[in-house]
């Protein structure tokens, strides 16, 4: 489509996307505050669900659903580390794995009026400013790792705003994934930025949407001495894919 021509429509794109976004949302949480009233593992995994329920059917209505390559080993679970582009990623997330999971997250997300108190149901909130916040989102992430759920981490932290493929990654997951000796799966959004912007809310546009669940990388028998290498590893792994799949 004529720049020109994509530009004139964008803005009327942007209200629709915001308008079903309000609504939808809007339809689906008086029943989240009654299931969240329960704070147990169950109703988490019952909001995870209608969660992911809702996802699916937004992203259908506003253009831009999510086609999976790949997918979840099954049997075991894993520390999820996806890239982080755009807006759009925490929801794409939900399409892309098809399994209960629960992010990591800022805290500050839980003061947002709605959107927060959903959040805050099934995210793990985390201040990165605070040793003490770090060090307890730790201990509780390798607790539902061992008995809930499967974690997910953006390991960049913030959206890549980089000339590089992908910015450096934080330490935690691959911290986590070796004090439990539990595999990571790295899981790739090739098209969400050209999807939904990082650079301006308004900046949305519908088409093509992938997730890429990349194979498994084991951590059988690592110490934290191999974190730096597991590290960039994984960090090398997603990058080329991304080459890859943009190129395509």
């Known amino acids: 489509m004529p720049g020109m021509l994509k530009r004139f429509l964008q803005p009327f794109f942007a209200a ?3 308008v079903t976004f309000a609504v939808t949302v809007l339809a689906v949480f008086p ?5 969240g009233l329960r704070n147990s593992a169950p109703a988490r995994k019952t909001i995870h669900a209608i969660i992911s329920n809702w996802a699916h ?3 259908w209505i506003i253009g831009m659903p999510v086609t999976v390559i790949g997918g979840k ?3 075991r679970r894993h520390v999820i580390v996806a890239n982080h582009i755009s807006y759009l990623d925490t929801i794409a ?9 629960r992010p990591l997250g800022k805290k500050e997300m839980v003061h947002i009026p709605v959107i927060g108190f959903i959040y805050k149901q099934i995210v793990i909130l985390v201040d990165r400013s605070s040793l003490v916040s770090r060090t307890r989102s730790m201990r509780l992430m390798w607790r539902i790792l061992r008995t809930e759920a499967d974690i997910i981490i953006f390991p960049e932290g913030t959206f890549n705003e980089t000339a590089e493929v992908m910015k450096e990654f934080y330490d935690g997951a691959f911290r986590l994934a070796i004090t439990a000796q ?6 790739i959004f090739p098209d969400t930025v050209d999807r939904w912007h990082y650079s301006g809310w308004w900046k949305l546009w519908p088409g093509r ?8 990388v084991p ?5 934290l001495e191999h974190l730096p290498a597991l590290k960039e590893q994984v960090r090398t792994l997603m990058g080329q894919a991304l080459l890859q799949y943009r190129r395509s």
């Open 16 to 18: 629709w996307v915001l």
């Open 31 to 35: 029943l989240i505050v009654v299931i």
């Open 57 to 59: 059917v937004w992203l």
């Open 73 to 75: 080993p099954s049997g």
């Open 93 to 101: 997330l939900f399409p892309a794995v098809k399994t209960y999971f």
């Open 182 to 187: 539990t595999p990571l799966l790295p899981v």
């Open 209 to 216: 949407n992938r997730a890429i669940c990349l194979p498994e």
């Open 219 to 223: 951590v059988d028998g690592l110490t």
